[in-house]
């Protein structure tokens, strides 16, 4: 599955955003399908994942409570809500999908094989 990200922006601390991932060539049907960032100098790290057969989904602790993942009944796109958003979540947030991820690898970077290419999210104090 192919996958573009979008939805972006330079904002400041406090508000909103929602970015929107769609996948092209098939669905999400049976996919696991995570959002994952990276800030300069640091490693690409985990977000926030949902499992579309089920809809069970699964964030880090920094994400619980302030940002929402959450897919569309047409199962092609996949957003990530993010709340009350901080400096430190400054990154570029990056879309992946699997049909093969286990529970206990739904966070690694390893476990998917498809990736977006990445969009801007600047947060500003």
């Known amino acids: 599955v192919q996958l573009q990200a979008s939805g972006g922006g330079l904002v400041h601390a406090g508000d909103s955003l929602r970015l929107s991932c769609a996948a092209s060539g098939r669905t999400f049907s049976g996919y696991t399908t995570g959002w994952f960032r990276q800030a300069p100098g640091k490693q690409r790290e985990f977000v926030a994942a949902?499992?579309?057969?089920?809809?069970?989904?699964y964030y880090t602790d920094s994400a619980k409570g302030r940002f929402t993942i959450s897919g569309d009944s047409a199962k092609t796109t996949v957003y990530l809500q993010m709340n009350t958003l901080k400096p430190e979540d400054t990154a570029v947030y990056y879309c992946?999908?699997?049909?093969?991820?286990?529970?206990?690898?739904?966070?690694?970077?390893?476990?998917?094989?498809?990736w977006g290419q990445g969009t801007q999210v600047t947060v500003s104090s």
């Open positions: 949902i499992r579309w057969n089920g809809g069970h989904t």
């Open positions: 992946a999908a699997s049909r093969s991820v286990i529970l206990s690898n739904i966070g690694a970077v390893g476990a998917y094989n498809s």
